[in-house]
């Protein structure tokens, strides 16, 4: 089993950075591909950024590519989504995810672990 808890989160002014990140319990957590999603109100829950188990391959959706970086290691357990030039359509709240597939995926099912989520809000 994984425990996910993310931080980082908060207020932005547009144009503005913020850096997430997720911290996992578990020694299987190399595993398992990881997944950042968000989801704003009244919207279903998107794929924003993920990566191998390894780390070797990250994958993005198109409304992030270009401005968040995600990463991982292992040793210490943690995932991380650096995001840059932050808009305001970027406001939700975003998860981080642990597949059971061992890769990337972009759809909410094939991620049995799920952390409880933090506040991303940017304002104009």
């Known amino acids: 089993q994984v425990h996910l808890v993310e931080s980082g989160g908060g207020l932005v002014q547009a144009g503005g950075s913020l850096r997430l990140s997720c911290a996992a319990s578990?020694?299987?957590?190399?595993?398992?591909?990881m997944g950042w999603f968000r989801q704003a109100p009244g919207k279903e829950r998107e794929f924003v950024a993920g990566i191998t188990r390894s780390g070797g391959r990250t994958y993005y959706a198109e409304s992030v590519k270009g401005r968040c970086t995600i990463s991982r290691d292992n040793a210490k357990n943690t995932v991380t989504l650096r995001m840059n030039s932050l808009q305001p359509e970027d406001t939700a709240v975003y998860y981080c995810?642990?597949?059971?597939?061992?890769?990337?995926?972009?759809?909410?099912?094939?991620?049995?672990?799920w952390g409880q989520g933090t506040q991303v809000t940017v304002s104009s």
């Open positions: 578990g020694r299987t957590f190399s595993s398992y591909a």
């Open positions: 995810a642990a597949s059971s597939l061992g890769v990337v995926s972009t759809t909410p099912p094939t991620y049995v672990y």
